[in-house]
């Protein structure tokens, strides 16, 4: 049945249809953020907009016709087979391993029950081919499209954190808010913001503030990634800012530990890119003594700003062990590695249980083989970063600084951090699509095909360049 949300969907898609061209990736990165949203509603299992997005949008490709698909040439084909063999592997333990170790204890939602296959298998499936279809568009896409989609997946992130805003507004102010369209995803959804020892907790289109901290944290390093390696520019200080704004307010210790990573990755991206280039940005120093210099004076001179921090420290950090939602998450860990041993460390099925972390919710599910498998394709995305390069003449660095090869893999190394904290099965979009662009743009130097693959004629708008 239709929701509140569908007709806005259904406009809102038309409209980036025009503005991307018709680029399928672009507008499902840019519709991932809404995922406390629902496009349609069967009964209790909602459909997620992307979902809706990516449906609509290949059948619209599909009645143009239907040439072979070809993936491009210069891929990553270690890390290709290796998450060929994963998605198989998932796929058919979502069938076998629910009827093989029928009546296992596991958690499906909030309770402990036995192990039976049902519609949370069904639904976990879906999404997991879903989020191969991604992947292997992806891997059909020129480097502007990859450069398009991320630049999209941007601006959705920039969206939600308005929306944010905005519900912070209508916490404090009580202006109108558009909840109903905003959440009418019938799953576990925050709906509103609310405090934590005095301090507002935001979730803005996402279904919890954890949520929302995870999927902000990889614009927070894309956007971070081009001002360190690219000519400065206001606008993408702006955009950070207001994403790292927003981070905060969720009051999420994932978010708080991926953004400490990312400063922490980007100080040392900063300082070897100034070596390798052998010059300084004055823009840059400048931004960053402001910076070093404003928060010194405020927690110098403002007490109470001392006393914030401390407090939001403690809070997310410090006592975590003393919340009920750490507590929570450590029963599923314990139920999750129960699940594993009882079936013979292979696993329940993928979909079959719930935990909060991706180690245990793998653990879980695909067991040991599943596991391996996955953590072996990760590593394999990063193996092209020890390649020596052909040539080192400043043209070739730029050419590498405009691939998106090395810049995809840092968002995907902050994205995973998080899901290893608090993240379900990793089927979110902007996972997948990042390890396709990781996986495709490895190599600047890469020769393109010479000609026009049937991919950009089924699933993009312009061709692919030669």
């Not at 840019?30 to 949008?57: E, Q």
């Amino acid at each position: 049945m239709p929701t509140l949300s569908t007709i806005p969907l259904v406009l809102l898609m038309v409209l980036l249809w025009q503005l991307t061209g018709g680029q399928l990736l672009a507008i499902v990165a840019f519709c991932s953020v809404f995922s406390a949203a629902s496009a349609l509603n069967f009964g209790a299992m909602g459909v997620a907009p992307w979902l809706f997005v990516l449906a609509a949008g290949l059948m619209v490709k599909l009645l143009k016709g239907h040439p072979a698909y070809k993936v491009a040439s210069g891929i990553n084909r270690l890390s290709f087979c290796l998450v060929m063999m994963f998605l198989l592997y998932a796929s058919w333990t979502s069938v076998a391993y629910p009827l093989l170790f029928q009546g296992t204890p596991v958690i499906r939602t909030v309770s402990e029950e036995p192990l039976a296959w049902g519609l949370s298998n069904f639904s976990q499936l879906c999404y997991l081919l879903a989020a191969a279809v991604l992947y292997l568009l992806a891997l059909g896409s020129t480097r502007s499209e990859l450069r398009d989609i991320l630049k999209w997946y941007v601006r959705g992130c920039t969206v939600a954190c308005l929306f944010a805003m905005y519900q912070l507004a209508n916490a404090i102010t009580h202006v109108p808010f558009p909840s109903e369209m905003l959440y009418s995803n019938k799953a576990h959804v925050i709906y509103g913001a609310y405090q934590i020892n005095g301090m507002w907790r935001l979730n803005g289109t996402f279904c919890e503030a954890s949520e929302m901290a995870g999927f902000v944290i990889v614009g927070v390093a894309l956007v971070g990634w081009q001002i360190v390696t690219r000519p400065f520019r206001v606008s993408r200080l702006l955009n950070l800012l207001l994403m790292v704004a927003s981070l905060l307010l969720t009051v999420s210790s994932v978010g708080y530990l991926c953004l400490g990573y990312v400063a922490v990755f980007g100080s040392i991206l900063a300082l070897y890119y100034v070596v390798r280039q052998g010059s300084l940005s004055i823009a840059r120093v400048a931004f960053g003594l402001l910076l070093f210099m404003g928060g010194t004076a405020l927690f110098t001179l403002q007490p109470a700003a001392r006393e914030a921090a401390t407090k939001l420290v403690s809070s997310t950090l410090l006592d975590k062990q003393n919340t009920e939602s750490y507590r929570n998450r450590t029963e599923t860990h314990v139920v999750a590695l129960e699940t594993l041993s009882k079936t013979y460390y292979m696993g329940a099925g993928w979909g079959s249980a719930r935990a909060s972390g991706l180690i245990y919710i793998l653990l879980a599910t695909v067991g040991i083989p599943g596991v391996l498998l996955f953590f072996v394709f990760i590593g394999s995305l990063a193996i092209p970063l020890f390649h020596k390069r052909s040539t080192t003449t400043p043209s070739s660095l730029e050419t590498a600084r405009d691939d998106q090869f090395e810049q995809s893999l840092f968002a995907v190394s902050a994205l995973l951090l998080a899901m290893l904290v608090a993240g379900a099965e990793p089927v979110d979009p902007v996972l997948w699509i990042l390890f396709g662009i990781a996986t495709v743009a490895h190599d600047p130097h890469a020769k393109r095909r010479s000609h026009l693959s049937a991919a950009s004629r089924l699933f993009f708008a312009q061709p692919i360049a030669t």
